[in-house]
Structures are given as C-alpha cells and as structure tokens.
T-cell receptor, first 115, second 112 residues
C-alpha cells in the first residue's frame, strides 16, 4: 500500500505570491491533517479535513486555507506569501478522526522557500 | 494553555548504550501521548503511544514511561543503533479531532 504522497517536494516562491500544495492520503484513509514545521516553532497544526469538511483549525492567519476532495485528496493554499512562511509542510492521513487509536501517517512534506 | 516541551535539544549516545529522551507536558487533562521519530528528509514516524491510564508501555527496543504526578514522559531506546539517529518528538493528542500538539524535538546522535 502506497504511503502518503505530497507534491511538489520542493518549491521556491517570492513574497506576495500564492502557493498550492497537494496531499494524497493512504488509500482508504479519509482524514487529512496539515502541519507546518519550522526550526523556530517546531511542528504546528494547521487544519484537519474529513469528508470534505474542515473539522479543526490551528492558530494560523486566514492566508492559510485548505480543502478536501471527494477522493480524500487534500490541498492547502497560502496566499500573499511572507518570508516567515518558509517551512516544511507536512500532511498526515488516518482512517478517520475522533478515535485516538487511529494512527496518523505522515508524508515526506513539501519544502517551501519564500524569497 | 497546553504545551509539550522537551528537556534537551541534542542527545549524543554511544552505539549499544541505552538512550533516554525526556518530555514534559503542562495539560493535566492530557490523556494520550505519542512518540514520533523524524529522520532527515522524512515526515514523522509513529514509534509508540501511551494512554494516561498506563504508566509504562513497551515496544520493540523502546519503552515509554508516563508520570502523571509530575507530568513527565520519557522514551527509552535499548541498545541504540546508528539507525536510531533522528529527531524525536513527544506529542499530545487533543482528543476528538486529529490534532496533535508536538514538542520541540530532541536530536539523537548515535556515536559509532
């Protein structure tokens, strides 16, 4: 069974631009969560989607948004990029939310650099 | 607010020795904890978890200890190997949703 895939793996953008990152969960997994990882802040929760609905959201500005499609694939979008948005963006999938035994499987991440 | 923190940013261990990575948390209502391993260029990988109604759980070469009195948990790795070199995160599950709050991470360096 293929793992969580994220595309692209690396991305370079300039300030003010917008970016869309994609995540394909493990087949059969319906819950997708997004995290931002930076050296200074560590791993921080962005949001979580299940059945095309955002069920939980972290403390990030409205420039960060996401969506989930009917096939459980998810995208996140960052508009008006700032230098501080440079980070590794991780996607994690699980069978379903709400059950603590549902292990999250992480993808390799998308490394975003904002110049 | 809740927070999860780690005591040491870097830990160097001789190959074959045991490693102990510590983590403190502040939310006394936390009821589920996870240890993750993150190798360079990869996403975090689940190692072991523990619920608050337990004080110890063992896996293959790993043991997690939970002390709810002082809100502290630790990850013990037996006979540390070069492949154990990675950053280790403790994390707290918020319950109900797929939200995991991560600590800052400890980098484990295994000296051959």
């Amino acid at each position: 069974k293929a793992g969580v895939t994220q595309t692209p793996r690396y991305l370079i953008k300039t300030r003010g631009q917008q970016v869309t990152l994609s995540c394909s969960p493990i087949s059969g997994h319906r819950s997708v969560s997004w995290y931002q990882q930076t050296p200074g802040q560590g791993l921080q929760f962005l949001f979580e989607y299940f059945s095309e609905t955002q069920r939980n959201k972290g403390n990030f500005p409205g420039r960060f948004s996401g969506r989930q499609f009917s096939n459980s694939r998810s995208e996140m979008n960052v508009s008006t990029l700032e230098l501080g948005d440079s980070a590794l963006y991780l996607c994690a999938s699980s069978l379903a939310p709400g059950d603590v035994s549902n292990e999250q499987f992480f993808g390799p991440g998308t490394r975003l650099t904002v110049l | 607010g809740e927070s999860v923190g780690l005591h040491l940013p870097t830990l160097s261990v001789q190959e074959g020795d045991n490693s102990i990575i510590n983590c403190a948390y502040s939310n006394s209502a936390s009821d589920y904890f996870i240890w993750y391993k993150q190798e360079s260029g990869k996403g975090p990988q689940f190692i072991i978890d523990i619920r608050s109604n337990m004080d110890k759980r063992q896996g293959q070469r790993v043991t997690v200890l939970l002390n709810k009195t002082v809100k502290h948990l630790s990850l013990q790795i037996a006979a540390t190997q070069p492949g154990d070199s990675a950053v280790y995160f403790c994390a707290e599950w918020s319950g109900g949703y797929q939200k995991v709050t991560f600590g800052t991470g400890t980098k484990l360096q295994v000296i051959p």
